[in-house]
């Protein structure tokens, strides 16, 4: 059988399990989700959309059971819907399911051609849309059907003054860095001419016009790109301290100062070039701080935006939409299927399934009886189910969760970067010993020209251009060598925490496991027909187990007569039962054979499902989670190199021992919260370890938002996701392993750049303040630094892995 | 010579000063503010697209016109 790629979602699948129609034999579906949003846009006329998707793929739409009523509530309305002076009504949103640039076009042209809309506007980067209407044309519920009609989804959230805040510095430094770099563009253009003519001979006019020009462009950097630094420095001043701003204001001003004499008359040879690349070079580092600190806004916002908005509460018998901080203790919940529970609480039912996947990491339902413990964030994976708060909103672990990763998130936790810190002082010293340069000059000579020239040249020659390339010239080069192993390191700044780091902590379902279940082994061979009757049970439910079965009777190539139950039905927490020709199907675990009066006498450590036909057990199936094949050779490498390894997971202690035997890890830490994992990297941390948290859910982002350095794989959870410094993008764990080589090396190198430049300073700047240096060979020294840094840099990538 | 260099800076600061220009405008109407849409703005680049761009334009102008006479309507009432 071959494999074809589904015509919406181009997932590829084998074609026997493919949805074909007769009318159009070339087109195949992997779901009903799939062919019904393809039918919706090419009726619509939206076809160009997979000629725009290119080569991306889509997550299959998934059918949400979440009401959109809620959207036209009054209290919905007083929190999210603000409205415009022109009177029109404005929503922020989270659109999810957004893969590629197609799903933003698609999604805004769907929303363009509907009534009522004025404007739809949806960043790609961060998934924010923004979407203002007219009430009175169409209401809010309607819109969020259209965006779901077409496979995705829409949550809204506040724009808080954070983001707003965020957003306008963002816009602001991108402008002043991309005036500076323009500047120091043309500067370096017009450098080449004037160097040149200084070695081949320059008429005074020319050179006195290409100074004229360079101080334009120099002008326009120190003060307009510049300013952000004067402002640090002047409130550095107010508050009596001497700051990084101070050093490259004054430093850059003097330097500004100095050349504007030269260009008016006086002897000597101007720097402006010097002065455009002070500003740009630290502005450019400025710009990548404020885009980490958008980019953790604009996490907080997606995470928010998760948080139910009502609960629906029964008193009485009447059922009552309240918003969520109404909800007091001893208030019966009403929880739907799909939907979240918005408080802690305890079942008031007898049988229901919740996934605490948000908590635990495990894909499994958990199955409630009544006073079992419900926690909030949960999902209601069965029917309608009843229980009592037993915690207000504010005291609730989804709360709780989300007040400590806005705190977490807003301080993390971050080393010292060795270059900064080192830059800080080396500023002080060269500012001090330019000053002392000057004075024992102008003592000593009495000439004030002379001893200004002096102190120039050894500010020039000691501008700490290679010294601020070193790390991150090393750290580009490295990055780009991470991202072409798959390895995505979201700020430069992590290598070098990563190359110190002494643990991983490591977590189990999707990171050393592959976090799906699949079949181990089966009881009892079927023949054609029970197997065509157990794909018909399995295909109808989306239960992991189910889809563990399923995928296991297509990989063994089974030829499957596909047929059609009758009467399907879910047993709540159980299984599935349905019937065919007066026969009846059970499939499910063993509480379900046992209601129906089958006996089994089966046992086993692993999860078991079992399928009977009219009361006859006929095969049981043993399902466990496969563990990643490269997990050993990860963790012998963490051996190898000295980095202790902790597995610390949600699963019962049997099966996380069982896991961390398999694998070599000695330390395993089971039947972990979300809380006990970010307790536990605290107490790492306090017991002064540098820690590398790798992860995958929704359970792991308070753990990850703890670490000094968090790794997800590409496909967890969006709040891990966006929780984590580096990404794994291919999955694989030899990712986590390249992870480490390359910021080792890198590290190794930013070093070994420190190190030359600190040598080349401690030669040249005695040779300057001894006046040995003219400031013209000064500037062309202070570059050779700079080239040998960069060159130093190439050699990283030269190590195979 | 020299006037030909100077004419030469002119013309060149003229044309990166205009350029700057329409950068700096640019950033300010929000064209970079989603630096993963603008890098596939190629895609958006159609003669449909600029047609729907039409077609928007003038849905906008309607519905602004038609807010507006309600708000006339309901402020004279």
Same mark, same amino acid.
């Given at each position: 059988m071959s494999i074809v790629k589904c015509t919406h979602c181009q997932l590829e699948f084998d074609e026997s399990v493919m949805i074909t129609e007769d009318k159009n034999p070339s087109v195949y579906f992997c779901c009903n989700g799939c062919q019904g949003v393809y039918h919706l846009l090419k009726d619509d006329g939206l076809e160009s959309f997979y000629e725009k998707m290119g080569n991306s793929t889509l997550a299959p739409p998934v059918e949400t059971d979440?009401?959109?009523?809620?959207?036209? &509530?009054?209290?919905?309305?007083?929190?999210y819907i603000k409205t415009t002076p022109e009177g029109f009504s404005k929503v922020d949103l989270v659109i999810e399911g957004i893969h590629c640039a197609a799903c933003v076009w698609l999604n805004e042209k769907? &929303?363009?051609?509907?009534?009522?809309?004025l404007e739809a506007s949806i960043n790609f980067t961060n998934n924010k849309a923004k979407i203002i209407w007219d009430e009175e044309t169409v209401p809010l519920s309607e819109i969020i059907n259209k965006i779901r009609s077409i496979g995705y989804n829409a949550y809204p959230y506040e724009q808080s003054k954070e983001d707003v805040k965020a957003t306008s510095a963002q816009k602001d430094y991108f402008l002043r860095m991309s005036v500076a770099v323009f500047g120091s563009m043309n500067v370096m253009m017009i450098g080449v001419a004037k160097y040149a003519g200084l070695f081949s001979g320059i008429k005074p006019e020319n050179l006195h016009l290409i100074h004229m020009v360079e101080s334009l462009f120099a002008t326009i950097v120190l003060f307009y790109s510049g300013w952000i630094f004067f402002r640090g420095a002047y409130y550095g001043i107010k508050n009596k301290i001497v700051n990084m701003d101070l050093l490259v204001s004054g430093g850059a001003l003097i330097t500004y100062i100095y050349s504007l004499t030269i260009l008016f008359g006086a002897n000597g040879h101007s720097y402006f070039d010097s002065v455009t690349m002070i500003i740009t070079f630290v502005l450019v580092g400025k710009y990548l701080e404020v885009l980490g600190k958008k980019s953790a806004v604009d996490t907080m916002d997606k995470i928010k935006s998760q948080v139910p908005l009502e609960a629906t509460i029964v008193n009485d018998g009447v059922k009552k939409i309240v918003a969520l901080d109404e909800i007091v203790v001893g208030d019966i919940i009403e929880v739907k299927n799909g939907e979240k529970a918005s408080v802690d609480g305890k079942s008031i039912v007898n049988l229901s399934t919740f996934d605490e996947s948000s908590l635990s990491g495990e894909s499994l339902p958990v199955e409630k009886r009544e006073g079992d413990l419900i926690f909030s964030g949960t999902i209601n994976s069965g029917i309608v189910?009843?229980?009592?708060?037993?915690?207000?909103?504010a005291n609730s672990t989804l709360s709780t969760m989300v007040n400590l990763l806005e705190d977490s998130l807003a301080s993390k936790p971050k080393i010292e970067e060795m270059t900064n810190e080192l830059s800080k002082y080396f500023s002080i010293t060269i500012i001090l010993l330019a000053i002392?340069?000057?004075f024992g000059w102008y003592f000593y000579s009495g000439d004030f020209e002379k001893a200004l020239i002096i102190m120039i040249s050894v500010v020039v020659i000691a501008c700490p251009c290679?010294?601020?390339?070193?790390?991150?010239?090393?750290?580009?080069?490295?990055?780009?060598?991470?991202?072409?192993r798959g390895l995505l390191f979201k700020e430069a700044k992590f290598i070098e925490t990563f190359a110190k780091a002494t643990t991983v902590v490591v977590d189990k379902t999707g990171t050393v496991t592959e976090g799906k279940l699949t079949v181990k082994s089966q009881s009892k061979e079927l023949d054609d027909y029970q197997l065509s009757l157990l794909y018909a049970l399995v295909d109808g439910s989306t239960h992991p187990v189910s889809k563990a079965i399923k995928k296991y009777l297509i990989?063994?190539?089974?030829a499957i007569e596909i047929i059609e139950l009758e009467d399907i039905e879910q047993v709540n927490a159980q299984g599935m039962r349905a019937t065919f020709n007066h026969s009846t199907i059970l499939g499910g675990n063993l509480k379900l054979l046992l209601e129906n009066g089958i006996e089994v006498n089966i046992k086993s450590d692993y999860t078991v499902y079992h399928f009977a036909i009219d009361g006859e057990l006929i095969s049981t199936f043993e399902l466990e989670d496969s563990i990643k094949k490269d997990s050993q050779e990860m963790i012998a490498y963490f051996e190898k190199i000295g980095v202790e390894t902790i597995m610390a997971t949600g699963d019962n202690q049997h099966v996380a021992q069982d896991v961390g035997k398999k694998v070599g890890i000695k330390k395993v830490y089971s039947e972990m919260s979300p809380l006990d994992k970010a307790e536990l990297m605290n107490s790492l941390k306090d017991e002064g370890k540098i820690v590398v948290m790798v992860g995958d859910g929704i359970n792991d982002a308070l753990a990850l938002s703890k670490a000094d350095v968090a790794i997800a794989m590409g496909s967890g959870a969006?709040?891990?996701l966006a929780m984590s410094d580096v990404v794994v993008l291919n999955d694989s764990l030899r990712g986590i392993k390249d992870s480490f080589v390359i910021s080792r090396r890198t590290y190794k190198f930013i070093k070994q750049n420190l190190f030359l430049s600190l040598v080349y300073n401690v030669i040249t700047i005695p040779l300057a303040m001894a006046g040995y240096v003219i400031p013209l060979v000064a500037a062309l020294s202070m570059s050779l630094s700079s080239l040998i840094v960069v060159g130093n840099s190439m050699r990283i990538k030269l190590k195979e892995i | 010579m020299n006037a030909v260099l100077k004419l030469e800076l002119i013309v060149g600061l003229f044309v990166s000063f205009t350029l700057l220009a329409i950068f700096i405008w640019s950033v300010r109407k929000g064209g970079f503010d989603d630096s993963k849409k603008m890098m596939d703005g190629m895609l958006f680049d159609s003669e449909e697209d600029l047609r729907d761009a039409v077609r928007r334009e003038n849905k906008q102008k309607a519905l602004k016109e038609k807010k507006r006479l309600e708000m006339e309507n309901s402020s004279k009432e």
């Open positions: 979440d009401s959109v009523e809620n959207f036209d &509530l009054e209290s919905f309305r007083q929190r769907i &929303l363009d051609d509907t009534d009522g809309v189910m009843r229980y009592e708060a037993t915690k207000n909103y002392v340069t000057y290679a010294l601020a390339l070193a790390t991150p010239i090393a750290s580009l080069i490295g990055i780009s060598w991470a991202t072409e990989d063994e190539d089974k969006d709040v891990a | -």
